[in-house]
């Protein structure tokens, strides 16, 4: 148990390593965001229950939003980018009973939606 435990703590660890390369990720696309003259926030929040996990980012040509909800239920997800020609964005809900995802794509000219299920 403790060699387990060993191969997930410690900044060499499972963990350590998952954490170095998430803070690589979003200091990467901070810079990207601020080259390109935009703007990008992150959020987290844990209650005990629920993780919640977002990230929204501005810039001159389009914004992007993006979230995570983890309860012990299941996950749901959202993400959208919307530029001056369309907005494109999808939403969906996992849980142990099946799956929900919805994607929808919005332009001047029309209206596209798909609903995918499984259960």
């Given at each position: 148990m403790g060699e387990a435990i060993g191969l997930l703590a410690g900044p060499e660890g499972l963990i350590g390593v998952a954490g170095a390369v998430m803070t690589?990720?979003?200091?990467?696309d901070i810079a990207a965001q601020?080259?390109?003259g935009g703007e990008v926030a992150y959020t987290a929040n844990s209650t005990g229950e629920t993780i919640t996990v977002?990230?929204?980012a501005v810039s001159k040509n389009k914004i992007e939003i993006s979230?995570?909800?983890?309860t012990g239920d299941?996950?749901?997800f959202e993400e959208a980018v919307a530029t001056e020609?369309?907005?494109?964005?999808r939403i969906g809900v996992f849980t142990e009973e099946g799956?929900?995802?919805r994607l929808a794509v919005i332009t001047p000219e029309e209206e596209d939606e798909e609903t995918?299920?499984?259960?």
């Open positions: 690589e990720s979003i200091s990467a601020l080259e390109q977002g990230r929204d979230g995570l909800v983890f299941g996950l749901a020609d369309a907005v494109a964005g799956e929900v995802a995918l299920s499984k259960k």
